[in-house]
Structure formats: structure tokens, C-alpha cells
């Protein structure tokens, strides 16, 4: 995306979580796993083949408003981190974007492991990773109504529910969460721990 800080290489934005550039080609079939998995049904992607993974993300890296990432636990590939510019992407013509408006989706590696919090600190860092950036100051999600987990897990990090969108693939809830939101939402975890 123009105007962004580069993020060519694997960083940490604390804790255990780190992020690196999502290679379209060396990792289609990891990621391919991952967005034809059943849990990963709001992806959109079920069907998938392979070389439409690779395409798909292939078209992201080549975009100047887009980007794709590779988020890391514990060094191990755990989740996908996409970031956008909503005047540019996903968005154009739903919505009045704001400047220091990004996009973001993410979606957590499917695991027969159950790990508590993880798919919380996992949205902590993505937002932390966001808002290390000093351009950005409120983050967009557009997920689908149905899927009222992720309505419950944006809430835990300070969004808040704008209004439903028609997208051309799915019905949304356009959700915000400032700077300011999401550094409140954080404090008000840590006191309760």
C-alpha cells in the first residue's frame, strides 16, 4: 500500500506473535490449507483449487493498495493477516472512508489443538501491527452478519458495529475500531486479568 512503512521482513509486535510478508507462490499450499478448511467457511475460498490461491494472492502482492501476511506463533505459520486501503479496495462505494482508514481481515490456521485466548491474541497483535503504523488511525472490518463469533471477538479489541452492508459476495457488518477504541479495549483486559 502507498504511504505504508514497508514491512518486508518478519517483525514482533509483541509477546509471541511476529509477521512476514506472505510469498504467493512458496506459501499458496500452506495457505491453501488453511482457506479451504471447513472452519474457514467465511473465507470464502472452500473451493478453492491450488493455482486460485496463488492467483488470488499473486493479484494482492501486485496491488499497490493491498498487502497479505503471514502472522507467526512462536515462529510457527498460524494465521493470515490481510491489510487494504478501503478507498481503493473491498470497500469502494459502501462506505465514506476517513484518512488513516485500513481494512483488515485475518483468519486463524485450522488446529485440533485448543489453545485458550488465541484467536484473541492473535487479533491483539494483528491490531497492534496496524496500529504501529502512525498513518493509521482506525481500522475497517466487513465481516459477514451470520458469523457472530467474529462480531464478539472484534468486540474484545474495541470495534464497533456501524451498519449492514451489501457486498457483492456476502451481507457485512461494517465495524470500526479507532486508535483510542482499541488501546481502551486492551487496558480494560489487562485490569480484569
Known sequence: MTGDRDMTGDRTTGGDFTFRPLDPLSDAELVHGWVTHP?????????????DVEREYMAIAASEHQDAFIGLHKGVPSFLMERYDPRY??????????????????????????????????????????????ATERVVVEPDVR?????????????????????????ALLSFCTREQFEAAVRERELAI
Do not use: C
Open 39 to 51: 472452519k474457514a467457511s467465511f473465507w470464502l475460498m472452500g473451493n478453492a483449487s491450488l493455482p
Open 89 to 134: 479496495a473491498e470497500l469502494v462505494g459502501l462506505y465514506e472512508p476517513l484518512p488513516g482508514d485500513v481494512g483488515m481481515h485475518f483468519l486463524t490456521a485450522p488446529s485440533d489443538v485448543r489453545i485458550p485466548g488465541f484467536t484473541r491474541g492473535v487479533i491483539t497483535a494483528v491490531m497492534r501491527e496496524l496500529f504501529a503504523d502512525p
Open 147 to 171: 458469523n457472530t463469533a467474529v462480531h464478539t471477538l472484534n468486540e474484545t479489541v474495541g470495534f464497533r458495529p456501524e451498519t449492514v452492508i451489501q457486498k457483492p459476495e456476502k451481507e
